[in-house]
Structures are given as C-alpha cells and as structure tokens.
C-alpha cells in the first residue's frame, strides 16, 4: 500500500495536494470493501493512537478506537480532564511524552493555536479531530460519500446551507482542491470569512472549481448534486439563538428545497441534527439522505488516514 504521506500530520485540508487527497479517498475504498469481506488486515499491529478530546463526542470517538482496533492497534482515550495539556505541564512537554508512549495522536480541540503547538513539538502523526473552526477528517467522509453514490465527482457542485461551521470551512477547502463547484448559501453575516476563502479562492484557480457565497435560495439550488447542512448554534452561541433562528429559517432544507436542486441530489449533515430546524424530518429519512452512509464512512476515511501516515 503507498503511502505518500507517511509520517505527516493530518491538521489542514490545505496541507495535501490533490493527488494526496485522492490517495486518501483511493485507500479508503480498499479498506471499506476490505470490511464489507469481513477482513480485517492489521496494517498498524500493535500500534497505539491516544484520542485527545475536550469535549465528549460520539462519531469521533468511536470511529477513531474502532478503527485502529480493526487494523490491529490500540486506543487510549483520553477524555476531558484526565491529562495536563497546557495545564500543569507545557503542551510542548505533553507532546514529547506522548511521543515516547504512543504511534499517533487524534486530537479533538477547541482551540487551533494549542493543537498546532501540540502538533508541532510531537514526534508522531498528529490527527485533527475537530477545532473551532475546522473539521478535515469530516470532510473526507463527506466527499467519499459522494464518490459512493455517483462514481465520479467531475462536474459535481455542493450546496451548503448555513453558518460558517466546521466543516462548511474543510469542505469547501477540499472542493477546491480536487475541482467539485462549492456554494455557501446563507445570510450575508455568516458567509465564510476571508481568512478561508482567499486559500479556497486560489485553489479554485488551479483546480478549476468555482466558490460562491450567496443569499439566493433559488441561485444556489440550480443544479447542485448534493445538498449540506449543519446545526444552526453551538456551544458559545446559546445567547445568539433567536437572533440565528429568524436568519436560517428561510434557508432551512426541506424537500420542496431538494425538489429545486439536481434530480438525483443527495443530502449530507455532519450530525447531531436538529431535527424539524435546520432540516425536516422527511428529508433526513427521505430517498435522498445519505446522512448515515457518510456517518459510517467516518471509520473508513479516518483507517485510511492512520493508515497512510502511521504505517511502520
């Protein structure tokens, strides 16, 4: 198996070109059909990956410990609390020390500037398992899923509706690199910020691919293969919530709204979901869901990137 990317971390979208990321999304086919056989080869036998989180999760975790179970590793997780990173002990300590007892790290981190640094100083593959304002291993679930269910990406576009969220940021960087047409279609106040759309801007001008932000509910869905949505406020954002509640209403995602966009578009959510807010229920469990196909393939992307940068 190549591997390309060995001993690199997996922090950034940005980070891999697109013959790298192809990579990725490749191996994660192999193992997903390894899977669907029932085999199981142990490409990382007696590897151990410690799962860092500040916050509790429940598809980053167990997608994270299943998966280097099912290539023949362990998993230490490491719940909120339970270790000194930037408390006690130096993040730069922290990081060295786990580099003598562990083969990667997964980190889940509400504050980029501390998993960079943590990043930096260790002596193993560091994973991003989500910041405050990137969510890379998401994205690669989200694209393979549409590898899935339409063969090719070329001349695919992705609509996505709401707030500049996690992964509304990796998706779009990931679309730009490998060509797909990305729109964020949202309120003005919400639109991505320049800090990630110049570096999405100038990968489209290599790769093709065209970015847009608009508020045009009827502009964006012309056309789009597959639709995205993600929850309207998060941990911070309680006191903003009838403020976001009037702004998203109109572009909640409903199947009048999937009626309007490509006959066989699909419709993704990184979940949890609020159901009946940003989404109806007839569309989660509607024939274009594919929410728990790309809710499974988190395990599959995240094998491969552990895979690809932890293999001896």
Request: aromatic content about 8%; overall charge negative.
């Amino acid at each position: 198996m190549k591997t390309s990317v060995k001993g690199r971390n997996f922090m950034h979208i940005n980070d891999f070109t697109r013959e790298e990321l192809m990579l990725i999304l490749e191996t994660t086919r192999e193992l997903k059909l390894e899977s669907q056989r029932g085999l199981f080869p142990r490409y990382l036998e007696h590897k151990a990956l410690g799962l860092i989180f500040d916050q509790p999760s429940t598809r980053t975790r167990i997608s994270f410990e299943l998966g280097i179970q099912q290539l023949g590793g362990y998993a230490l997780y490491l719940k909120p609390g339970e270790i000194h990173l930037g408390k006690k002990e130096s993040i730069y300590d922290t990081a060295k020390v786990l580099s003598r007892y562990l083969d990667g790290i997964m980190i889940r981190w509400n504050n980029r500037k501390e998993m960079q640094a943590l990043a930096d100083a260790a002596e193993v593959p560091v994973i991003n398992g989500m910041t405050e304002d990137n969510h890379p291993c998401q994205a690669l679930a989200d694209v393979y899923t549409m590898m899935e269910r339409f063969g090719s990406l070329e001349g695919k576009k992705v609509l996505f509706f709401g707030d500049r969220t996690q992964p509304a940021h990796s998706l779009a960087m990931l679309c730009s690199i490998l060509g797909i047409d990305y729109v964020q279609c949202a309120p003005k106040p919400y639109h991505i910020l320049s800090e990630w759309s110049e570096p999405i801007l100038e990968n489209c001008r290599r790769s093709g691919a065209s970015f847009t932000q608009t508020d045009d509910i009827e502009k964006a869905t012309r056309g789009a293969h597959m639709v995205y949505t993600d929850v309207w406020w998060w941990i911070g954002q309680e006191h903003e919530v009838e403020e976001r509640r009037k702004a998203f209403w109109p572009y909640r995602v409903t199947e009048d709204l999937l009626a309007a966009c490509d006959k066989d578009v699909i419709f993704e959510h990184c979940l949890p979901a609020t159901r009946g807010l940003e989404v109806t229920d007839e569309v989660m469990d509607g024939p274009h869901s594919a929410i728990f196909d790309q809710a499974e393939n988190r395990i599959h992307t995240e094998k491969a990137v552990m895979v690809l940068t932890m293999s001896p």
